[in-house]
């Protein structure tokens, strides 16, 4: 899959900086305030296996991990593409940021550092005139999703639009006028792939 290809890199990748995660909490009073958006709760981390490497930490184990915040739930997936995601919801989204943080730091030390790709989380628009509020909902709101890109130390705005796989250009160019000044915005529009069939809602 191209956007693998591209996250996994051919050429050096930045150093990553999981500190960046941090400045989500204050990203989320712009997006509330200019696109009428909050968080839906979940996010989701996502690695590539490695052959003969197992998962040694399971998915009861990353709850002790995040037992500081009783309100996480955690879960496993596999994409279509075979690449892994440790889901995380929690209605705390300051507790969210936190416990990505730990799935991140944690699948580090287990030595899976090279193959960690990206962090996603799930936003709702709560007005007509968010970003990606023309896209009738379907069984529910439709997802924005904000991309950390870990081999990158940036962040990318992914807008799906229902239906086959489209997106909302458009929605994500506003949205890196929008968060530019909270985050660091990946400028490489070449490595805003799309992420279809992310296991976060």
Not at 12 to 32: H, Q, W
Not at 58 to 77: D, I, M, N, R, Y
Not at 134 to 147: I, K, M, Q
Request: charged share 20%.
């Amino acid at each position: 899959m191209r956007f693998f290809d591209v996250l996994l890199g051919r050429t050096k990748p930045a150093d990553a900086n999981l500190d960046a995660l941090f400045g989500l909490p204050g990203a989320i009073i712009t997006l509330e305030a200019a696109e009428a958006m909050e968080p839906t709760g979940e996010a989701g981390v996502c690695y590539k296996p490695s052959a003969g490497q197992p998962f040694v930490k399971t998915t009861e184990e990353f709850e002790q991990l995040l037992v500081l915040s009783p309100g996480a739930k955690v879960s496993e997936s596999s994409d279509r593409y075979g690449y892994n995601w440790v889901v995380i919801a929690d209605p705390d989204f300051q507790a969210l940021v936190n416990e990505v943080h730990v799935v991140n730091s944690t699948l580090e030390e287990q030595g899976y550092g090279p193959q960690l790709l990206c962090s996603v989380f799930g936003f709702r628009t709560t007005s007509p005139g968010g970003a990606g509020a023309a896209r009738p909902a379907s069984g529910g709101a439709a997802t924005t999703y904000l991309v950390y890109l870990y081999k990158r130390g940036a962040f990318y705005p992914f807008v799906p639009l229902p239906g086959k796989e489209r997106r909302d250009l458009e929605s994500e160019m506003r949205l890196q006028n929008v968060l530019g000044s909270e985050l660091k915005v990946e400028k490489d529009k070449e490595r805003w792939m799309p992420l279809w069939g992310v296991p976060v809602h």
